[in-house]
Every structure is written in structure tokens, then in C-alpha cells.
């Protein structure tokens, strides 16, 4: 079973710049997650999303990132304009919906440095 | 909304010394419970996982973790550590009708040769 794919692993822009994030979820797994994830910290969830609706996006600065599902599958986060505090690994994950089934799988993370 | 914490920042143990990481969670109901393990640079990989039953749940390398409802608890064992065994451990909890999954802030193991 092919796992979480990110892409890209690693990104460098300058501050003010755009940048986007790629997800592809583990295949049938209706839930994706994407979490960033501050040097020294845990995960912090900033959107979740069922099939292709949303379900929290509490913690997603709206003013600056946008993500989206289309169709369901795939995902995109994209931050615009950048800053410098958005420097993090930004990991996307999913999981399937049945109870015994509820754990998110991760992927590698994109590493974004903001200069 | 759910909650977890993590006391131990950072913890140090000899090789070959039992090991356990402390984690207490905050809901009103019973959660979904996980120890997920990070290596530097690695994504993350779940340990286990406790969804109901019993308390005792047993997972990969040889870790395991007991449910305590009336503590709040999920504390990680592991009786022998190994060298490789240094990492950074999260515990979650995934609660809610749509099972958001939180994350807390991480105990980091050393491991002393």
C-alpha cells in the first residue's frame, strides 16, 4: 500500500513570497490532515478535511493560507504571502473513516525555510 | 475540545533501562488514544493506538501503553531501551464526531550509552 505522498520535500523563498504544498493521501482514505509542525513542537493541526468539504479549519490563518481538496483526493496548501514565523515542516496525513481505521498516516513533510 | 499534555520535555535513560513517557489528555468522553514516534528528519510513525478494550495496548518495537480513565492517562513503557530507540514521542488524541486528532508538544528520549 503506497503511502502518504508530499511534495515538495524541502523549499526556500523570501519573505512575502508565494508558495504551495502538494498532498496525495493514502488511496480510499476519506480524512486529510495537514499540521504544521514548528522546530521543537508538535503537530499543529490547521485543517481537516472529509472527502472534499471542510470540517475544522480553526487554526488555518485564513488572512495568509488557503487549502484546498478538489475531487477529494488530492490536496493543496498554500501560504501567500509568507513570513518569516511560517518557517515549519508542514505535514499532510490522512486516515480511513472505520473505527478501527481512525489513525493518521503521515507523510515525509515539506521542510519551508522563509528568508 | 480535546487537550494533551506531555509533562517531560526531555528525557535521558541508559541503555538497556526501562523507559516511560507520561501523557494525560483532557476530554469529556472516552478518546482515541496514539503514540506516534518521530526520528530526526522522519515523518512520523505510529507506535499505537487504544481505541476501547482492553487498557493494555501493546505496539511496534516493543513499546506498549496502559489507558488509566481515572488518571487521564496514556503512559508509554518500553522495559528495555535500545540505542535506537532515541527519538521524539508525541502522544495524540482523536476525539469528536469528525475525529480531530491533537497532538502535544513532545518528550524527546536520550539515550545514554
Known amino acids: 500500500e503506497a503511502g502518504v505522498a508530499q511534495s515538495p520535500r524541502y523549499k526556500i523563498i523570501e519573505k512575502r513570497q508565494s508558495v504551495a504544498f502538494w498532498c496525495n493521501p493514502i488511496?480510499?482514505?476519506?480524512?486529510l490532515y495537514w499540521y504544521q509542525q514548528i522546530l521543537g513542537q508538535g503537530p499543529k493541526l490547521l485543517i481537516q478535511?472529509?472527502?472534499?468539504?471542510?470540517?475544522?479549519d480553526s487554526q488555518l490563518p485564513k488572512d495568509r493560507f488557503s487549502a484546498e481538496r478538489l475531487k477529494g483526493v488530492d490536496s493543496t496548501l498554500k501560504i501567500q504571502p509568507a513570513k518569516l514565523e511560517d518557517s515549519a515542516v508542514y505535514l499532510c496525513a490522512s486516515s480511513g473513516r472505520t473505527k478501527m481505521n481512525t489513525e493518521a498516516f503521515f507523510g515525509q513533510g515539506t521542510r519551508l525555510t522563509v528568508v | 475540545a480535546q487537550s494533551v499534555t506531555q509533562p517531560d520535555i526531555h528525557i535521558t535513560v541508559s541503555e538497556g533501562a526501562s523507559l516511560e513517557l507520561r501523557c494525560n489528555y483532557s476530554y469529556g468522553a472516552t478518546p482515541y488514544l496514539f503514540w506516534y514516534v518521530q526520528s530526526p528528519g522522519q515523518g512520523l510513525q505510529l507506535l499505537l493506538k487504544y481505541f476501547s478494550g482492553d487498557t493494555l495496548v501493546q505496539g511496534i518495537k516493543g513499546f506498549e501503553a496502559e489507558f488509566k480513565r481515572s488518571q487521564s492517562s496514556f503512559n508509554l513503557r518500553k522495559p528495555s531501551v535500545h540505542w535506537s530507540d532515541a527519538a521524539e514521542y508525541f502522544c495524540a488524541v482523536g476525539a469528536g464526531r469528525d475525529d480531530k486528532i491533537i497532538f502535544g508538544k513532545g518528550t524527546r528520549l536520550h539515550i545514554l550509552p
Open positions: 488511496s480510499g482514505h476519506a480524512t
Open positions: 478535511f472529509q472527502n472534499n468539504g471542510v470540517v475544522d
